[in-house]
């Protein structure tokens, strides 16, 4: 099978499986016995206006048109109005999205960087202390909740030792003293580029505590996959036959083992990113942090169906897509699990 | 038949468990499940306030810190939390074994069937499946929840809405490999009927996978439920469910630090060592199902 | 080997930055300001969204705190002294039988946009208000006609002779806007101008502007034209910050990033009292807390049961407990302060004896039943008073399943069409829109075709009577009225029809050098900008 054919293919599987999502998204959001209008309208609303406001949503008519006309709007780039908000539910994921991203981009490089290190440190030092010491950690890292890390991360740095704030993305009194200029909506970006170093320095400051919640679960899977793919590889025979030659310990494990075991880290980092993307929910919760998982919380706690539509639709979309890509990569490196 | 296969397998079984206790993480993790598992059935004689995890409270106690009467304080309720989080690990058990169990009977039958049957089946019930796990995994826990009305039997009806999928892909893939095996085609060319083929021969030999994913699983479980507690989708209050105990305690962490801490904690040890004895049984495991 | 320690190396200086950042935080924190800066006020809303409703005909939800610093009313409600202070009505009066209302409006008063405010406004404020029909609209329900006597004369004429005084005091629905820039921008976008107020736009006769809004902030500015002058001391800026944590929110406030916080829980205010720089507003609100019992299912469709868990309930532990004495329990539907409470009603206390009676007369002397009650979830003190009753109930024998759910499913639980679906106990807040009785009698507990509010579904034609009779007279005679009400209440109590739990308190926790503060509870968690001002 042609790379073409297969790309293609999954293509449409994509189309399908966001489909299908958006089928079931819907009807659950929909199902529930909720009376989105009442929400909708204000809590002391009299019966007339219900009725009127549930015309006005066009919640009287049957489940599968009420589908079908969200469909449409969504492909001609309405979203749908979000009944807590009263905003376009687009408007409101385009203010809260870069807070979310910013949060997992730094989170992710954290847990990349030091889950690297720790793997490579494992699998070369296998079964001896260090090596248990690091797969505790490892372990230990998917088994922490996140909201009971972020908690007690605040109590030590923030309530305990007063050296890191306790939530929110930047110092508020900045507004007066130093106003950020927004340009990407990445606050350490845009500090950057506008030469704000007040503002940089708070929104550096800020995310330590969140992104290093984050980062702690992907960088336990990091750590064991790498460990993992890492030994598998250094006994591999080419490994061998290096090792015979005399090249050094060092070259071998960087430029020859650890870059054959990228390929499964990369599979990793994708679940990671799939990962991250919900376990915002919780760390926005305990931090306050403005972004799309807060939004998302609130918006199922109401059962406001365009806004849980539209964040499922397109965090489903993120998501698919880069287990897409992380296949297509797969099948770029090693073509025969294409024509498998 | 049974009689020949049955020696290797204690062998081998033996020689699994050899290995296991070599593990020391492994040992730990097993350990810490036996520690578990005794509590949460003698939680009302190991709990000092039986009470307090049923309904009553006490007001006039609340917010003390952790001393000798309330060795991990009280939480708003003036309730023991102690005595709280061993009760909770009945709760937590009960969690783990139903979604599992769940996940199981739903995802299993239909992984192996789908991976053995093949073609328009097979298209079918993967087609499904990966719509499922296309959802971000929370979100749909957390849909599913809302939906049905938060509460601890529908939190956990969601979480295994939203995790079945992944069996039922582990299993058509170990299916899928275990149906090219020499001995099931022989078991067709004896002419053994389908579904007798599926439920001796193909089922059985899928099971290790299985077993290393549900016991890594089990933590995870736990985990989403908590998540979903803390987020108000899943246990309703007074249940002393550990996640909803972080929840409560959360708005007054800042000054009684013991009301998060210690459920947290809980949660913690028992999901590491449900990992830990996950990541033994697959080292133990894994290498052995590439030898045969 | 030595690749290890380089990476451990970078490791342990970033952390060292780390710190050296972190140990700068301390120098983000100005003691005084900047000497060109602006006089801001600035208030942590503990809500996600600080407007939901921009135009100012639907106002219904959280924005109560920014419309009524943008927009004015004709009159507005002082409770404390029980009277209505002229704001764009200079003075008003009223015809002998209660059906025509004249208000003489104020000269010179400007709008943002800088048109004069006059009659023509305020008809078509109303009028756009009531024909929209959204939020609090049904207020002006009465209103037959309005017309425009002079430039600055507005007669109304109503067909029942409600308190219109009242009524246009409201915090919601009940703003003056101008005319002209609604007309106008209504036509660029072909519609009422509604589009235009909900891109984020304002156009009122209030002391403070809009200058920007996000999410998570709202700012606003002084208006230089405001009709009553800035003589005096007033901020020059006014900013409203979108915090929903409680405990951001206090940290805010002791660090002095924000000046005044709406709620707290009520452990943090005792901790936060503590701090010399903090101070607690305490002030008796309109707002209480109810448990509807459902009368058309059993049990408790039998009115000994009723009085039975009536009794049950522990009301001292929860006013000891939970507000830690800063509330009162409830006598009667209509809270302590408000015209229409009732002092002489009967309460019931706690009494398990007195509950154990009443359910053996009803044939439950072991109770051997359950009740399902639903509050909305996220709501600490409602969780708490659920634990503390169901742990009562226990004691006779009732198993009280607790459920919180928020506020759509909540609802809809209650409107389901077979009464035995439905919860047994609805726990629910309420404050009235304008300062009325009728708000909580004639929502909550006169019969109703469809299902809004009446979640006791309870419907007693004398009491039906009763409020209709005393609405119809409230314009003219409020004692009479509120004797009506009165006689109401004695019935909803007696048949116990509800829990009527507590009247609260509001509790601000505010900085000491934010003076001129009073908290008005006919405008629920609105600070009046204008007049606060700092004193170190």
Redesign the interface.
């Given at each position: 099978m042609k790379i073409q054919h297969y790309i293609a293919k999954r293509l449409v599987?994509v189309a399908?499986?966001?489909f299908?999502?958006s089928v079931?998204?819907f009807f659950?959001?929909r199902?529930?016995?909720?009376?989105?209008a009442?929400?909708w309208?204000?809590?002391?609303?009299?019966?007339?206006?219900?009725a009127?406001a549930r015309i006005e949503l066009g919640l009287d008519k049957p489940l599968y048109i009420q589908y079908c006309v969200y469909m449409k709007n969504l492909f001609q780039g309405d979203w749908g109005i979000s009944i807590?908000?009263?905003q376009p539910v687009l408007k409101d994921i385009k203010?809260?999205l870069p807070a979310s991203l910013e949060l997992i981009i730094v989170g992710m490089i954290i847990a990349v960087v030091?889950g690297i290190?720790f793997g490579?440190?494992s699998a070369t030092r296998k079964d001896k202390s260090i090596d248990?010491i690091c797969?505790?950690i490892s372990?230990?890292g998917?088994?922490?909740?996140?909201?009971?890390l972020g908690?007690?991360l605040?109590?030590i740095f923030f309530?305990e030792m007063g050296?890191?704030?306790?939530?929110?993305r930047i110092?508020?009194?900045?507004m007066?003293?130093s106003p950020l200029t927004k340009v990407t909506g990445f606050y350490i970006l845009d500090s950057i580029i506008t030469g704000n170093w007040?503002a940089f320095?708070?929104s550096?400051?800020h995310i330590?505590l969140p992104a290093l919640t984050l980062s702690v679960y992907p960088m336990g899977l990091v750590t064991r996959m790498t460990r993992s793919s890492l030994i598998e590889v250094l006994n591999e025979d080419y490994i061998r036959v290096a090792k015979a030659y005399g090249i050094s310990d060092?070259l071998i494990?960087?430029k020859y083992a650890l870059k054959n075991a990228i390929s499964p880290t990369i599979t990793v980092l994708a679940l990671c990113f799939?990962?991250t993307?919900?376990?915002t929910?919780?760390i926005e919760?305990?931090f306050?942090w403005?972004g799309l998982g807060?939004y998302?919380?609130?918006a199922?706690?109401?059962?406001d169906y365009p806004a849980?539509m539209g964040v499922?639709l397109l965090?489903?979309t993120f998501?698919?897509l880069i287990n897409l890509l992380v296949d297509l990569i797969h099948a770029f490196i090693d073509p025969r699990i294409v024509l498998g | 038949m049974k009689i020949n296969e049955l020696e290797p397998r204690i062998r081998e079984l033996k020689y699994s468990i050899h290995l296991i206790r070599k593990n020391p993480l492994t040992m730990l993790g097993i350990l810490i499940i036996l520690i578990l598992i005794f509590i949460a059935i003698f939680a009302p004689f190991i709990a000092p306030y039986p009470e307090h995890a049923l309904g009553a409270v006490d007001p006039k106690n609340a917010y003390n810190s952790p001393c000798f009467k309330y060795p991990f304080g009280t939480d708003g309720m003036g309730r023991d939390i102690f005595s709280r989080i061993v009760y909770g690990a009945r709760i937590s058990l009960k969690i783990g074994c139903l979604v599992i169990f769940l996940c199981l009977i739903i995802g299993s039958p239909l992984g192996v069937v789908a991976g053995f049957a093949g073609g328009k089946i097979d298209e079918i019930i993967m087609r499904i499946t990966d719509v499922f796990l296309g959802f971000p995994p929370l979100l749909l826990a957390m849909a599913i929840s809302a939906a049905l009305g938060p509460n601890l039997v529908n939190a956990m009806i969601a979480i295994a809405i939203s995790w079945w999928p992944w069996y039922t892909r582990l299993l058509r893939g170990e299916a899928v490999s275990v149906k090219e095996r020499a001995f099931v085609e022989a078991a067709r060319a004896t002419g053994v009927s389908d579904s007798k083929i599926v439920f001796r021969h193909i089922l059985p030999n899928c099971l290790s996978p299985v077993i290393i994913q549900a016991s890594m699983d089990f933590g995870s479980v736990i985990l989403t439920s908590a998540s979903l507690s803390f987020l108000g989708l899943g246990a309703q209050p007074p249940t002393p469910e550990w996640g909803l105990m972080v929840n409560i305690g959360r708005v007054y962490f800042l000054d009684y630090w013991w009301s998060s801490t210690f459920p947290g904690l809980a949660i913690f040890i028992t999901v590491l060592a449900f990992n830990l004895l996950g990541d033994g049984l697959r080292e133990v495991l894994d290498p052995r199902t590439r030898r045969r | 080997m030595k690749k290890e320690w380089k990476w451990m190396g970078l490791l342990i200086i970033a952390v060292m930055i780390a710190s050296t950042l972190s140990g700068c935080i301390g120098e983000e924190k100005p003691e005084t300001k900047a000497p060109e800066k602006p006089s801001v006020i600035t208030y942590a809303y503990t809500t996600s969204d600080i407007i939901v409703f921009w135009d100012p005909s639907d106002t219904y939800s959280n924005e109560i705190v920014a419309m009524n610093n943008f927009y004015e009313q004709l009159v507005r409600y002082d409770p404390v002294k029980d009277e209505i202070i002229p704001v764009l009505a200079e003075k008003w009066d009223v015809s002998d039988d209660g059906l025509v209302w004249t208000f003489h409006l104020r000269k010179g008063v400007k709008f943002h946009c800088g048109d004069e405010m006059t009659a023509e406004d305020v008809k078509y404020s109303i009028e756009r208000t009531m024909k929209r029909g959204k939020g609090a609209a049904y207020i002006w329900g009465s209103v037959k006609q309005i017309d425009v006597v002079d430039k600055y004369t507005v007669k109304f004429t109503l067909d029942v002779p409600v308190p219109l005084d009242l009524i246009a005091s409201a915090g919601y629905c009940a703003h003056i806007f101008c005319k002209e820039c609604t007309e106008t921008h209504g036509q660029e976008k072909g519609d009422d101008g509604h589009e235009w107020f909900a891109e984020g736009n304002e156009c009122g006769t209030g002391p403070y502007k809009l200058e920007s809004y996000t999410k998570s902030e709202l700012v606003m500015t002084r208006f230089d034209d405001y009709w009553k002058g800035w003589d005096g001391k007033h901020f020059d800026k006014a900013i409203i910050k979108s915090v929903p944590e409680a405990s951001t929110a206090r940290m805010m406030l002791e660090a002095g990033e924000v000046d005044i916080v709406d709620d707290l829980p009520i452990e943090m205010i005792e901790a936060v009292e503590k701090n010399p720089n903090i101070e607690i507003v305490r002030t008796s609100s309109f707002q209480n807390l109810l448990g509807f019992l459902n009368t058309k299912k059993p049990p408790l469709d039998n009115k000994l049961v009723r009085q039975a868990i009536s009794y049950a309930f522990p009301y001292d532990t929860v006013i000891e407990h939970i507000w830690k004495g800063n509330a009162t329990q409830s006598k009667g539907a209509i809270p302590k302060g408000l015209w229409g409470h009732c002092d002489t009603i009967f309460q019931y206390t706690h009494n398990i004896e007195k509950a154990k009676e009443l359910l053996t007369d009803a044939g439950y002397p072991d109770g051997g039943f359950k009740l399902t009650l639903t509050y909305n979830s996220g709501d600490e003190n409602e969780r708490k008073t659920a634990e503390l009753f169901k742990a009562e109930l226990a004691k006779l024998g009732i198993e009280l399943d607790i459920r919180g759910m928020p506020w759509d499913p909540q609802w809809s639980l209650a409107m389901a069409t077979n009464p035995e679906d439905r919860q047994d106990i609805f726990v629910m807040y309420w404050w009235p829109d304008y300062p009325d009785p009728l708000s909580w009698l004639l929502s909550m507990f006169h019969s109703e075709e469809e299902i809004v509010f009446n979640l006791s579904y309870y419907y007693n034609p004398e009491v039906d009577n009763l409020i209709d009779e005393a609405s119809q007279i409230a314009g003219i005679d409020r004692d009479k009225a509120a004797n009506l009400y009165c006689q109401a209440q004695s019935k909803l109590v007696d048949d116990a029809v509800a829990l009527f739990i507590w009247d609260q308190m509001y509790l601000r926790a505010k900085h000491v050098s934010l003076k001129g503060y009073t908290d008005n509870p006919a405008y629920p968690h609105v600070v009046f900008f204008y007049d606060v001002y700092k004193e170190e």
């Open positions: 599987l399908f499986v966001l299908g999502i079931v998204t659950i959001a199902v529930v016995p909720s009376e989105p009442a929400r309208i204000g809590l002391h609303a009299t019966a007339e206006q219900i009127a807590v908000t009263h203010e809260y030091i290190f490579v440190l248990h797969r505790f372990i230990g998917v088994s922490l909740p996140t909201f009971w908690i007690m605040q109590l309530r050296i890191l704030p306790l939530s929110g110092d508020p009194t900045l007066f003293t007040a320095k708070s550096l400051v330590i060092r494990r960087y799939a990962y993307l919900t376990s929910f919780l919760a305990v306050n403005p807060g998302t919380s609130r199922i706690l109401a059962m849980i499922t965090v489903a998501y698919v | - | -």
